[in-house]
């Protein structure tokens, strides 16, 4: 919601760059009751990028585990609020690497959400038909530094002297 010259407008995305003002009127409060009307029903458009999110949440979200689940659901948040004025259709290789990039000190993290942003679009293009591409094949995956990693006592304990034990134990046991 926009105030300009003493009233109040709803800017609707309507295409790249290119926005509809809706006037609200000059009263806050009944502006407001109408920017929220209007609000929810901008969001339900079909083949915004929240639409597409809402519907792949429904369709596809529920086929992976419980954790994969809500760590989805926490970046396609991210997501939507980041892509929330394009429609499918517009979002370019260059807005993915852009969005992308915030990460660039974290590949790993980069690299989970361009993963994600590509699931969206691969269900854009196969499900929806909203796109003919999947722009996130256009932006190239950060390299991810190796990390050091060293096995502790207790862990070589545990992989290698307990099943040993166990093997042990089974091999006297068959021996007798």
Request: hydrophobic letters at 40%; aromatic letters at 10%; glycine letters at 6%.
């Amino acid at each position: 919601m926009v105030l300009n010259h003493g009233a109040y407008y709803f800017l609707e995305p309507a295409g790249w760059r290119k926005n509809k003002w809706i006037p609200l009127g000059k009263d806050y409060p009944e502006a407001l009751k109408k920017y929220a009307v209007l609000l929810a029903g901008s969001q339900r458009r079909e083949g915004t990028m929240g639409d597409l999110i809402a519907r792949w949440k429904a369709d596809e979200l529920p086929r992976y585990a419980v954790k994969t689940r809500a760590e989805y659901a926490r970046m396609t948040t991210q997501i939507g609020d980041a892509f929330q004025e394009f429609d499918a259709e517009q979002v370019r290789g260059k807005d993915v690497a852009d969005f992308v990039r915030q990460w660039k000190d974290k590949p790993n993290t980069a690299n989970k959400y361009k993963a994600v942003l590509s699931l969206l679009f691969s269900y854009a293009v196969s499900v929806l038909g909203l796109r003919q591409d999947n722009p996130c094949r256009e932006v190239r995956s950060l390299k991810e530094s190796k990390r050091d990693r060293y096995i502790t006592d207790e862990e070589l304990i545990a992989t290698v002297l307990v099943p040993s034990q166990v093997a042990m134990a089974c091999l006297i046991a068959l021996a007798r």
